[in-house]
């Protein structure tokens, strides 16, 4: 299966559920199989396509190395249950799948989900992402309309103004009214958006984020309400992790160093500590993502390539931070101690069959990220996420204070206006923000050989051009270069002849140091 992301947008599980139908049934490998003294065509077994869709779904980046084999069979049960493929008798709506000689066959027919039809939430501001360089006017200002061009240039010139005029002004001043609350929460949710549009690359966040699942409060609590290490402090306690899974947290994160051998011990002991961490995280109402954001955080999945790195931990981080700070503390808690006992080579094998790092990506997936409704795709779409929040959560949970900066910028730009124009209406403009354009990882390794050839062919002309290269080493570097890059050599000179208008070099002929003439000879006769 290309390693080729599922299209950005609303509904994008959905989409991803029916590129892998689609594919397995193009691409599962058919024969004839003989059971039960009867042979059947075109079909496979239940060993055989978890063999085939366990390598496609680990070589795919949409889903990455960490799918599990029993991951796998959990899809294939999905598949049929939802008639992807059938048994051999044509039975099918069950989950009754194991890894086994049982043989399966595709249905004439192939289900593909519908996609759910668009919320039309017109009331939500109908046009509130669609133009990044939108006008925001105060409300409480006069409605007499004021030129962009005449606002930008006041501002520019603002500075400029003579303290006579600024003396003059101290009395409309005074009588100005200032910003209201419910502006700066708006600006904080459009600043987040522009962002967030402007990283996904979508024409429009309707159907992935609505403005009204933005609470600034969340956002500038997360953001000031923090420890030394960057953890969310919460002021009400109820809120909080009780006592025992934070110190059963603890004692995991910084296993031995932190388990108080005071205390009575007992083989298998961490694996008790580690299974009551898991059953409070399991047993939560919702998953720590929320419900609310599942759409957005499974959009994000599309950015989970190695050269869309960067972007992704900084989608993340404007992402995490629209949580409620109790989510948000527990998320920061949870991938701080798997991150640890991940890397921790002290650390006792918690599972027989299963290492440490699989292990924690595959207990704790479901209560980070999961639909409110079933989805088929949930775990290992979840799977995907923690394994990239587990190995960055050090930079996904760093505050962005860019946002705080773009905010009070914007709030001064007002202010400003304001001051200088106080009886008009102010157009205060949202500044926008430039990201590298997404690529597909085959348009990456294409720029990345691309790059490569550009770096080597100047390589080949610098060799040509040196003038301080005699005839001789210039012909033996570029044989060495012809030798290693033959293509590149190639295109450069075509053919011989080329190459041989190039090294053509008539050499001098020196004159003899001594002349020896031929002499005369003279006859004896007289």
């Given at each position: 299966m290309e390693?080729?992301?599922?299209?950005?947008?609303?509904?994008?599980?959905?989409?991803?559920?029916?590129?892998?139908?689609?594919?397995?049934?193009?691409?599962?490998?058919?024969?004839?199989?003989?059971?039960?003294?009867?042979?059947?065509?075109?079909?496979?077994?239940?060993?055989?396509?978890v063999d085939w869709l366990h390598e496609v779904l680990r070589s795919n980046s949409n889903f990455g190395p960490e799918v599990t084999r029993q991951q796998t069979i959990q899809l294939l049960?999905?598949?049929?249950?939802?008639?992807?493929?059938?048994?051999?008798?044509?039975?099918?709506?069950?989950?009754?799948?194991?890894?086994?000689?049982?043989?399966?066959?595709?249905?004439?027919?192939?289900?593909?989900?519908?996609?759910?039809?668009?919320?039309?939430?017109?009331?939500?501001?109908?046009?509130?992402?669609?133009?990044?360089?939108?006008?925001?006017?105060?409300?409480?200002?006069?409605?007499?309309?004021?030129?962009?061009?005449?606002?930008?240039?006041?501002?520019?010139?603002?500075?400029?103004?003579?303290?006579?005029?600024?003396e003059e002004n101290k009395e409309d001043m005074l009588h100005r009214k200032e910003i209201s609350q419910e502006y700066v929460k708006e600006t904080w949710r459009n600043i987040i958006l522009i962002h967030l549009q402007t990283i996904l690359g979508l024409p429009?966040?309707?159907?992935?984020?609505?403005?009204?699942?933005?609470?600034?409060?969340?956002?500038?609590?997360?953001?000031?309400?923090?420890?030394?290490?960057?953890?969310?402090?919460?002021?009400?306690?109820?809120e909080d992790l009780p006592h025992w899974v934070l110190s059963a947290m603890k004692c995991l994160a910084y296993w031995p160093r932190n388990n108080d051998m005071s205390q009575a011990t007992y083989s298998g002991f961490e694996r008790d500590v580690f299974r009551t961490v898991a059953d409070y995280f399991l047993n939560l109402p919702e998953p720590l993502l929320t419900f609310e954001y599942y759409e957005l955080f499974v959009n994000i999945l599309d950015l989970l390539q190695p050269h869309l790195e960067r972007i992704a931990v900084e989608a993340l981080q404007i992402c995490c931070l629209l949580l409620p700070p109790p989510n948000r503390r527990k998320i920061q808690l949870l991938m701080r101690m798997i991150s640890r006992m991940s890397e921790n080579v002290d650390m006792p094998r918690l599972h027989d069959?299963?290492?440490?790092r699989t292990l924690m990506i595959q207990t704790f997936s479901r209560c980070v990220l999961c639909c409110a409704e079933e989805v088929d795709l949930d775990e290992l779409l979840s799977t995907r996420l923690v394994s990239f929040l587990m190995d960055h959560q050090q930079e996904i949970f760093k505050v962005p204070t860019y946002l705080q900066v773009a905010v009070r910028d914007h709030i001064e730009n007002v202010k400003m206006a304001q001051c200088k124009y106080p009886k008009e209406e102010i157009c205060a403009i949202l500044p926008t923000y430039s990201y590298c354009k997404q690529i597909t990882p085959q348009e990456f390794e294409e720029q990345k050989v691309s790059t490569s050839q550009a770096a080597v062919a100047e390589l080949l002309e610098s060799?040509?051009?040196?003038?301080?290269?005699?005839?001789?080493?210039?012909?033996?570097?570029?044989?060495?270069?012809?030798?290693?890059?033959?293509?590149?050599?190639?295109?450069?000179?075509?053919?011989?002849?080329?190459?041989?208008?190039?090294?053509?070099?008539?050499?001098?002929?020196?004159q003899p140091m001594l002349s020896l003439r031929k002499p005369k000879l003279r006859s004896l006769r007289y």
């Open positions: 390693s080729r992301p599922a299209a950005p947008g609303p509904y994008r599980a959905t989409k991803l559920w029916n590129e892998i139908t689609k594919y397995f049934r193009a691409g599962m490998p058919l024969r004839k199989h003989r059971q039960h003294f009867k042979r059947h065509g075109s079909c496979f077994t239940a060993s055989e396509a049960r999905k598949f049929l249950k939802n008639h992807v493929i059938e048994d051999i008798k044509g039975r099918w709506g069950s989950e009754s799948l194991e890894d086994n000689s049982a043989l399966y066959r595709f249905p004439s027919t192939s289900p593909v989900k519908p996609l759910p039809s668009p919320c039309t939430q017109k009331e939500n501001l109908e046009n509130f992402c669609r133009d990044k360089e939108r006008l925001f006017k105060l409300p409480h200002l006069s409605r007499r309309a004021f030129k962009r061009h005449e606002l930008l240039q006041s501002l520019e010139n603002l500075e400029k103004t003579k303290p006579d005029r600024i429009s966040l309707e159907e992935v984020l609505q403005p009204t699942q933005i609470v600034p409060e969340y956002v500038i609590y997360n953001m000031t309400n923090t420890s030394k290490h960057g953890v969310v402090i919460l002021q009400n306690k109820s069959a299963m290492g440490t060799i040509i051009k040196d003038k301080n290269l005699s005839v001789k080493d210039k012909k033996k570097k570029l044989k060495q270069f012809q030798k290693e890059y033959p293509l590149i050599y190639q295109s450069r000179f075509p053919t011989t002849e080329n190459e041989a208008v190039l090294l053509e070099n008539k050499p001098t002929i020196k």
